[in-house]
């Protein structure tokens, strides 16, 4: 049993340690947070410390945490052998205009076990990691199009998020999916650049590479897009995506900045999906902020400067840091084929334990998602791209309420987006994440008997 100090709601009133910092935050901060995905409801919590599977925020409450900083934390909070490498590096310094000893180790790290990754660059978040995939495929190809999935997240570069926040108009999802730029006074022209397409639409996605192979430079794909849905890509989706890419003169870039926690050797491996470049993030930093471009070692010559002009010049102040590197090959190196696999086993558990209360309850719900990596849905049949798993504002209720459900029984559960597991957890652990849900779903179904019909 989880050593609850203190449950309650997330109100003010409840929480006023939290209360009395965001005041002070909302004088100094814009909105008060640095992020749009901190959730408030309707204000955030802050954390005062993690230990291991948990986070304890400065009321006193003590959460497992199925967030793990957006599925960064493989490990969980605190972990030792990073902290302990990190902290002899520090006293030798943290950054340096020279390349050091740790980028090689991590690169050869990398390289070692993610199929396709030849040569790789590092930068320092996910969002740039994309964005120089990007850059890369455009300086191979000559071309500036971006093909991707209609509701996927792939950060903040403009052509990798146009689109990423499409909704029925008036309760009806147009035709076809709309490249729309996601903010005010993003310039129009992005839109021109970008071509969209639904997840698992086989004949839709090859229609459209190949209406658009003359400018197109990347199809840009996630293979389970977290924000889509979390959804499996059928086999026929990621066979037709490459072999109309491969045909047409498009490279492949495979998004995999969350999902290469998927196993030891990532995503695409896992999926059948032979990208040109990969995307790369999150894990891969051991908790230190980090991103990763990989692909084929023709692709990634783009970057390199010898004998002629340089065609993506990449640079950043911070890009292959040593304490990114050290943190992240420590982590890695944890991460081993067994690990992964015992993940898998506790993924397998709680999705199983999840979709067995849903059944006996016959409740509207399924459950997405493979590996350490899942997600609950408020839908009685499983999504297949991003306009089955859209919420309307009904279910978008009852998961709120759901998650609120999970923090008054010590569970962090996001909202959402992927919920994931992590190497300090052991199946003890997993048991408060299956009898919450249970616990919801017998005693809320004047809530979500709606749902669904
Ligand atoms: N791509 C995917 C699939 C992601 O999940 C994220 C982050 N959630 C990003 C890109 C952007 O990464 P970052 O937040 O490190 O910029």
């Known amino acids: 049993m989880l050593d609850q100090e203190r449950t309650g709601r997330l109100s003010g009133r409840a929480l006023p340690r939290s209360k009395a910092l965001y005041d002070r935050a909302t004088a100094v901060l814009a909105d008060g947070v640095t992020r749009v995905t901190i959730e408030r409801d309707p204000i955030p919590f802050y954390i005062e410390r993690g230990e291991g599977a948990y986070i304890v925020d400065v009321d006193g409450r003590r959460l497992l945490d199925l967030n793990n900083n957006f599925t960064t934390l493989i490990h969980g909070h605190g972990y030792a052998p990073v902290s302990e490498g990190v902290v002899e590096l520090l006293k030798t310094g943290t950054c340096f205009a020279n390349p050091t000893q740790h980028e090689i180790a991590l690169s050869e790290l990398l390289a070692a076990r993610i199929p396709g990754v030849e040569r790789l660059r590092f930068v320092n978040s996910g969002t740039e990691a994309v964005m120089f995939a990007i850059k890369a495929a455009r300086a191979f190809t000559g071309k500036s199009?971006?093909?991707?999935?209609?509701?996927?997240?792939?950060?903040?570069?403009?052509?990798?998020?146009?689109?990423?926040?499409?909704?029925?108009?008036?309760?009806?999802?147009?035709?076809?999916?709309?490249?729309?730029?996601?903010?005010?006074?993003?310039?129009?022209?992005?839109?021109e650049d970008v071509v969209m397409f639904r997840f698992n639409d086989v004949d839709g996605v090859e229609r459209q590479l190949v209406e658009a192979a003359d400018r197109l430079a990347c199809v840009l794909i996630d293979p389970m897009p977290s924000r889509a849905g979390l959804l499996h890509p059928d086999p026929e989706f990621i066979e037709a995506v490459e072999k109309t890419a491969r045909r047409c003169g498009i490279l492949?870039?495979?998004?995999?900045?969350?999902?290469?926690?998927?196993?030891?050797?990532?995503?695409?491996?896992?999926?059948?999906?032979?990208?040109?470049?990969?995307?790369?993030?999150?894990?891969?930093?051991?908790?230190?902020p980090i991103g990763a471009i990989g692909g084929r070692e023709e692709v990634m010559q783009v970057f390199g400067s010898t004998g002629r002009k340089t065609l993506l010049p990449q640079g950043g102040t911070f890009s292959a840091n040593p304490v990114s590197m050290v943190s992240g090959r420590i982590a890695m190196e944890a991460l081993t084929p067994e690990e992964f696999q015992r993940l898998e086993r506790m993924g397998d558990h709680v999705r199983r334990e999840l979709i067995a209360t849903i059944q006996h309850h016959g409740a509207p719900f399924c459950v997405t998602g493979a590996?350490?990596?899942?997600?609950?849905?408020?839908?009685?049949?499983?999504?297949?791209?991003?306009?089955?798993?859209?919420?309307?504002?009904?279910?978008?209720?009852?998961?709120?309420?759901?998650?609120?459900?999970?923090?008054?029984?010590?569970?962090?559960?996001?909202?959402?987006?992927?919920?994931?597991?992590?190497?300090?957890?052991?199946?003890?652990?997993?048991?408060?994440?299956?009898?919450?849900?249970?616990?919801?779903?017998?005693?809320?179904?004047?809530?979500?008997?709606?749902?669904?019909?």
């Open 145 to 191: 199009g971006v093909a991707r999935i209609e509701g996927a997240y792939h950060g903040a570069y403009d052509w990798a998020e146009a689109g990423q926040n499409a909704s029925p108009d008036a309760q009806n999802w147009p035709d076809h999916p709309i490249a729309r730029p996601s903010y005010r006074g993003t310039p129009r022209t992005v839109a």
């Open 252 to 288: 492949v870039v495979a998004d995999e900045v969350l999902n290469l926690r998927q196993g030891y050797t990532g995503a695409s491996a896992r999926y059948g999906l032979h990208p040109d470049l990969i995307a790369m993030g999150k894990i891969i930093g051991g908790g230190f």
């Open 371 to 453: 590996a350490s990596l899942f997600r609950i849905h408020p839908k009685a049949s499983e999504p297949r791209e991003y306009r089955d798993a859209y919420l309307n504002e009904a279910e978008a209720a009852v998961m709120k309420t759901l998650s609120r459900h999970f923090l008054d029984a010590g569970v962090l559960l996001p909202f959402g987006a992927a919920a994931c597991l992590s190497t300090p957890m052991t199946e003890s652990d997993l048991e408060p994440i299956t009898s919450a849900f249970a616990e919801f779903v017998k005693t809320n179904d004047h809530l979500y008997k709606e749902l669904g019909q």
